[in-house]
């Protein structure tokens, strides 16, 4: 059964500063790769997907993903963050071949001004 | 452009009732996905149709719950006898086959 580990509860950053939010995954086969952003009494929001291609996805907000096969993770990032980049942050996985997405925990990113 | 909607948007109902959860997804979507989140926890899978039928219904917890999308668009959501476990926003997503999946905003069920 594929899975996804978030490592880090909450991640804090200054404005200004590069983020980074991390994720890992085990999957058989191909992994579909997800990052979903929930903003507080709103639903879950897209932001950027692996499929196949190149490693570095680039996605919305300015918010980008490297896929790394070897270490099996898909790490978000950000070069500059931003106060209103503060939310909770969801990393998931879909199996090639498959429909439904498995999510990680989650992770609060605070961004400090 | 409309996205995906979920009535209502709180749910307060005793032990032992029965409730009817509505998602209506985005124009168009084939496929249409209910999910369970509850707190402090990313959203855990329950149901996915394709077009009116039930493509993968193993995330469903018991035979308590049950899902129906008669006309390959709206889709309801049911729970029958709830218990206090039930607690928990249910989230619906909608999406093309192999594409990206869409949320709405969530129905929050308390059980009292």
């Known amino acids: 059964a594929q899975s996804v580990a978030q490592p880090e509860d909450q991640v804090n950053v200054a404005e200004g500063n590069p983020l980074t939010v991390k994720c890992t995954y085990s999957?058989?086969?191909?992994?579909?790769l997800f990052w979903y952003v929930q903003y507080p009494n709103r639903g879950l929001q897209f932001l950027l997907k692996?499929?196949?291609?190149?490693?570095l996805v680039k996605g919305s907000y300015g918010f980008e993903a490297e896929f790394n096969k070897s270490q099996t993770s898909f790490h978000l990032k950000k070069p500059s963050a931003l106060v209103s980049d503060s939310a909770l942050y969801f990393c998931?996985?879909?199996?090639?071949?498959?429909?439904?997405?498995?999510f990680g925990k989650g992770t609060m990113l605070l961004v400090s001004p | 452009g409309a996205g995906v909607s979920q009535t209502p948007s709180n749910k307060v109902t005793e032990k032992g009732k029965y409730v009817e959860l509505r998602c209506d997804p985005i124009?168009?979507?084939?496929?249409l996905y209910w999910y369970r989140q509850s707190l402090g926890q990313g959203p855990e899978f329950l149901i996915y149709?394709?077009?009116?039928?039930?493509?993968?219904d193993s995330g469903l917890p018991n035979d308590r719950f049950f899902a129906v999308r008669p006309e390959g668009s709206v889709s309801t959501l049911k729970i029958q006898r709830t218990e206090r476990g039930d607690s928990a926003v249910y989230l619906c997503?909608?999406?093309?086959?192999?594409?990206?999946?869409?949320f709405g905003p969530g129905t929050r069920l308390t059980v009292l």
């Open positions: 997503a909608s999406s093309f086959v192999g594409n990206e999946q869409f």
């Open positions: 999957v058989s086969g191909n992994p579909y």
């Open positions: 692996y499929i196949t291609g190149d490693n």
């Open positions: 998931a996985v879909v199996p090639s071949g498959y429909s439904t997405l498995t």
């Open positions: 124009s168009g979507h084939t496929a």
């Open positions: 149709f394709q077009g009116t039928g039930a493509a993968d």
